[in-house]
């Protein structure tokens, strides 16, 4: 049974960057508890910068996966293999494959669709590291989603990730947060613009400071989150 028509693609949408849906996202803040904790996030300022820095990094590093993986669905397990060599940070690597996973699961439960339902088997039966942005674009091809809003969504989560992550740490008020991510998004319509052709020979970590704040995670004292 079909459950993709035009007319629920806004509904598929919704649904996936619902805070409901259950990818286990809001268990990570992307290195930014230990940022905080560090002292190098502790402004409303502070937090725009850090999302800034993020949001770029992911267009270049995470981006040409979830680009490249809907235009080629078949290359799953070139590009997560490859996805996998990239992401040398072992806390960043872990929470890549951790999310990954929780998507896969997710829609193998969610989408009565039969190649989503082998998707998640497929990730299994190959020992693959099923790393969320390849994840993602192979998901997102398969429910009809096109390139550009699949990039936009990928995007979407990762900001609304960052701004929930800095109110559950109390940088930020609710109403600040929800400001500051309105404020954010033409940036990160920026990014997605520029890096949705970007391919994965050209990718790159732009932001070492940031690779530094995720791999000092799990050092953390007292941790409220996975990274």
């Known amino acids: 049974m079909s459950v993709l028509t035009r007319q629920t693609d806004d509904w598929l949408l919704w649904q996936l960057a619902d805070s409901a849906f259950p990818t286990g996202g809001f268990a990570h803040s992307g290195g930014l508890e230990a940022a905080w904790q560090q002292g190098e996030v502790n402004s409303r300022e502070g937090m725009a910068s850090f999302i800034r820095t993020s ?3 992911l267009g270049n590093s995470s981006i040409p996966f979830v680009a490249e993986a809907h235009r ?8 997560d293999l490859l996805c996998d060599r990239f992401l040398t940070n072992h806390v960043t690597n872990h929470a890549s494959r951790s999310q990954g996973q929780a998507l896969l699961v997710a829609v193998e439960r969610t989408f009565p669709l039969p190649v989503l339902v ?3 088997s497929t990730v299994l039966d190959r020992n693959l590291p099923g790393h969320l942005a390849p994840v993602f674009g192979v998901m997102t091809h398969h429910l009809k989603i096109d390139v550009d809003s699949a990039v936009r969504l990928f995007l979407f989560l990762a900001l609304r990730g960052s701004i929930a992550s800095a109110v559950r740490l ?15 998004a033409p940036e990160a319509e920026g990014v997605a613009s520029r890096c949705a052709d970007i ?3 050209k990718i790159a970590q732009t932001a070492p400071l940031l690779e530094i704040f995720h791999g000092a995670h799990d050092r953390l004292y007292s941790r409220l989150f996975q990274t």
């Open 199 to 201: 391919p994965t020979t």
């Open 118 to 120: 082998g998707l998640r």
């Open 170 to 184: 109390g940088i930020l008020g609710p109403m600040e947060g929800q400001a500051l991510q309105f404020r954010l």
């Open 55 to 57: 949001l770029i990094q």
């Open 72 to 79: 080629e669905p078949d290359r799953l397990g070139e590009l």
